[in-house]
DNA sequence: TATAGATATTACATAAATGAATTAAATTAC
DNA sequence: GTAATTTAATTCATTTATGTAATATCTATA
């Protein structure tokens, strides 16, 4: 896993059986599921000692970086990237938890409007020091400049995948 | 989903709550999982009249891409990502598609090779032209020097990730 | 205001992934 | 040469994620 080089080796003789394959692309792809799957990991890792994953925790630091504090099941679906139906279920086991808190929403009775409990806040000030460190080292190796340009690159990388 | 905004205007408000929460790699974070995942729904779309799945057809590809056509199970994990299980798991599947065949290693009775079968080649041959060009769309908004210059910046960030 | 159509949420069934434990074969140490 | 250790692959139980469909509410328009 330390190394991506075989991956390279694989995209290089994988061009010499099909030469369209195209190398970049290819090269990129995977170096994208790669990073995902160790970030993922690590934070993870990071997050089990508080009782949390990843999609758990990026659930509560929607709600905590939302002016206003609430979101509803929809809005965070969207937000988050996961499924609706996945949101049920996270957030029946946030609440559960006694993390997050739902109310019906006045205007629209539809919605489920989903807000952090005081027990939330509390658990996202205690866990914040250790995820912002490990961001920190997850991306030492990138000075800011780089980490500048790596965003602009990344953004525009974006463009052509949801147009 | 369309628009990476409302997930720094979030990143922003959190930093007025929590100063010390790190702009740049929360930025480069989500972009990474949000990349992922448009890439790989966007793959599954593509592969789905194949009949494969976007970790089958890494699974074939492996095989495909690697000179001699054969890697041993553990191998396989390895160079995908995926854990030791879940390979059992994906390569029992393409067995019965009859996409890959086992066979013992002669010298180390514990290892269990898996190769491509005729069928498994075909079916390769078959999708690549809509693979290839599913690449291309994807990175279209990148010219060659954006693609090499992200390369190398994925690749440094990834040096940080794995030592 | 009645009703057709759209949207929000949830429930249920199914699929995919993970972790821990098991079996079998090879390697090492004695 | 035998016992202990390591490694490879699988199985099983559990967790996590997805797709489909059902239910309830809202919006628009005739």
Redesign the pocket.
């Known amino acids: 896993m330390n190394s991506f080089l075989p991956t390279e080796q694989r995209i290089d003789h994988t061009r010499e059986r099909y030469p369209p394959f195209p190398r970049e692309p290819a090269v990129l792809v995977r170096l994208i599921k790669h990073l995902h799957k160790l970030v993922h990991d690590d934070a993870n890792a990071t997050l089990r000692p508080y009782g949390l ?1 990843h ?1 758990e925790y990026n659930l509560l630091m929607m709600l905590y970086g939302t002016p206003g504090g609430a979101l ?4 965070l679906a969207e937000s988050s990237g ?10 029946n086991g946030l609440c559960d938890k006694g993390l997050i808190a ?1 109310t019906a ?1 006045e ?6 409007m989903l807000a952090l409990t005081p027990a939330g806040e509390a658990l996202i000030g205690a866990l914040l020091p250790d995820v912002c460190a490990l961001l920190d080292r997850q991306m030492r190796t990138l000075d800011a400049g780089d980490q500048r340009q790596l965003e602009g690159l990344l953004k525009k990388m974006l463009s052509g995948l949801t147009a």
Do not use: C, G
């Open positions: 994953n999609p509803s099941a929809s809005e996961e499924k609706s139906a996945n949101i049920t279920r996270l957030t739902r929403d205007d629209d009775r539809r919605k489920v």
